[in-house]
């Protein structure tokens, strides 16, 4: 069965950086869409950066500019390389992956996806 298994993440003062990884099990990432999700505490989660099979990407517009999202193809892995880091973008961070085609329309879309990770916690203090 697939597995994403999220890691990197941590605490870090306002301005610092930080890079999630996601690693993936029965499922290539070459040939699937991913996107980084993140819930913060009585809120709803929310897409922030997707990467389509051929690479395109899509940004929230909270974290665009700041946010990279990138995969490693031969480590089967996901990134999201987050500089800086402001206290709103504390939150629980998961990967997501779905296979096949998805227009980049909907590539922040929740609903869009079949796979989850367990989540890593990010913190950014002021």
């Known amino acids: 069965q697939v597995q994403l298994v999220e890691s990197g993440g941590g605490s870090v003062q306002a301005g610092g950086s930080l890079t999630l990884s996601c690693t993936a099990s029965?499922?290539?990432?070459?040939?699937?869409?991913m996107g980084w999700f993140r819930q913060a505490p009585g809120k709803e989660r929310e897409g922030v950066a997707a990467?389509?099979?051929?690479?395109?990407?899509k940004y929230s517009d909270s974290v665009k500019g700041r946010f990279t999202i990138s995969k490693d193809n031969a480590k089967n892995t996901l990134f999201l390389q987050m500089d800086s880091l402001k206290p709103e973008d504390t939150a629980m961070y998961y990967c997501?992956?779905?296979?096949?085609?998805?227009?980049?329309?909907?590539?922040?879309?929740?609903?869009?996806?079949?796979?989850w990770g367990q989540g890593t916690q990010v913190t950014v203090s002021s």
């Open positions: 997501a992956a779905g296979r096949r085609f998805l227009s980049t329309l909907y590539l922040l879309l929740e609903s869009a996806y079949s796979y």
């Open positions: 029965e499922l290539t990432v070459s040939g699937a869409y």
């Open positions: 990467i389509d099979r051929d690479g395109r990407t």
